[in-house]
């Protein structure tokens, strides 16, 4: 037999909550994993330094054997990729294994900014800048890296989550401000543009369940802690964030995300909840 419904189904509003402070101040480096196993890495001064986090503690990982900030990162937490780097902008890549970093193959374009996703043996990097800003992107497959498409907006300043073959890129300091382009393994598309101009963006989730969280605004906004939710289609304003932040470390899903440093409260631990309803 069949049931009669009484109430409503759909999203509930996002909330955000705090997490303990990173034991240092964090801004510019790169994040990978999921919220509750979560590595961060890289730092501004230009740092090698990396820290874990399980949910509800900070710990100190292995060291990079290169100094970074503005890189590119993604993985998981004990799977990590480093990606370029700023100070010096070079093409070099590092890889993660929980405890020690090894150096992985170089960038065909050395560059800093060059935003990445997937995974530590088949990422994607793409943008960033040589220092001009650039559309050129890259594959990895865990030893070398080949040349994909290119985005269709030069971009840097941006955030990209997904896999290799199945990613989105939001935001960037360069016109156009709003765009969000998404990647198939081969080439790049244009889908709906952001409400909001906005670049040293943090992001987490996949092409078609993502959340943007926070970043900058350019003069005279400044940082925002707008934070915005894509299904793969369209963008959709949720709840903002407690504190707002640029250049903070992104990870996690759309509906369990982590937020972490930023130029405002450098050691500030941010988490996002959005549910849907049962």
Known sequence: KGFEFTGTIGTTAAVWSGGPDISYDYQAGAAAGLRNATVIFGNSPVSGITSHYNGSSWSLGGAMAIARRYHGGTGTEYAALAVGNLQPISNDTEEYYGETWAAGGNLITA??????????????????????????????????WSAGGALIHESKNGSNVGSQNSSVYAGSNVSPYLHTQEYNGTSWSESSALSVALSYTAMAGVQNAAVLMTGYGGSPTGTKACTFEYNGETWSTSTAATTAQHAAGGSGTMTSALLAGGNADKNCTQHYDSYIAS
Do not use: F, I, L, W
């Open 111 to 144: 560059r800093a900014q060059a935003k990445s996703a997937g995974t530590q043996n088949a990422a994607v990097a793409a943008g960033g800048c040589t220092p001009s800003t650039v559309s050129c992107t890259e594959e990895y497959d865990g030893a070398s």
